[in-house]
């Protein structure tokens, strides 16, 4: 079983709608979470951190933690073509530094 | 006033050659890393160091030496480069974790896309 698992999309919704990615881990002592979203050609790009259960919200943003279930998720309200990029799911496991990645998930938004 | 900057952006070599990528991050921060992204798209942290000390060395063959002068530079060198040796290598770095530092939120580097011929 894979570290952190994405659905490799693509995720197509029409603008304005609210996208939803999913993400899950497998190991119960990971400690830190992340959404970093990456355009084509570009590096990724840190949008979102959550590391207690429940939600957390910056502007059209929302991340949601679920420890018990080792799920994470992003929502992005009011989806807009410029959000059309991959977003990686992040953990990273109590007392190391290093990230562990997702595959990513595609998200197109269509106009 | 980049935080994570890499040279070169592109690099184009043929098989067996030795090349050397450079970083350099100017946040202060005490960590750095190199991830390489494949064709795939999946990112996977290689090597990791901490105020000039390796910490985390992955899965990697000896052929990529990474070298760190002081805790703002971080290089790759990669000696008889292999076609699978193909990728985009990003650096990153962070705050050390510790006093008042829990979560290790990395910022990423524009990226080196090296291609072996």
């Known amino acids: 079983q894979k570290e952190v698992e994405q659905n490799s999309g693509p995720l197509s919704v029409p603008e304005g709608a609210i996208a939803s990615l999913n993400c899950t881990y497998s190991?119960?002592?990971?400690?830190?979470f992340f959404w970093y979203r990456q355009y084509s050609g570009k590096s990724p790009e840190l949008i979102m951190s959550?590391?207690?259960?429940g939600d957390k919200e910056d502007g059209r943003f929302t991340a949601q933690l679920n420890k018990a279930s080792q799920y994470v998720s992003l929502l992005i309200r009011d989806s807009q073509p410029s959000d059309s990029a991959t977003y990686l799911c992040a953990i990273t496991l109590r007392g190391f530094q290093k990230l562990v990645f997702g595959t990513g998930t595609r998200l197109l938004v269509s106009p | 006033d980049t935080a994570v900057s890499q040279t070169p952006k592109y690099l184009v070599t043929q098989m067996g050659n030795d090349k050397s990528i450079k970083c350099e991050q100017n946040l202060g921060h005490d960590t750095m890393y190199w991830y390489k992204q494949d064709s795939k798209k999946f990112l996977k942290i290689m090597f990791s160091?901490?105020?000039?000390?390796?910490?985390i060395n992955e899965t990697v063959p000896n052929r990529f030496s990474p070298k760190s002068p002081d805790k703002a530079h971080l290089n790759l060198h990669i000696n008889s480069l292999e076609l699978g040796d193909s990728a985009v290598y990003f650096c990153?770095?962070?705050?050390?974790?510790?006093?008042?530092?829990?979560?290790?939120?990395?910022?990423f580097g524009p990226g080196t896309r090296l291609t072996v011929l």
């Open positions: 190991d119960r002592v990971s400690q830190s």
């Open positions: 160091y901490n105020n000039k000390e390796l910490i």
């Open positions: 990153a770095s962070s705050q050390e974790m510790g006093v008042g530092v829990f979560y290790n939120e990395q910022f």
């Open positions: 959550i590391y207690s259960n």
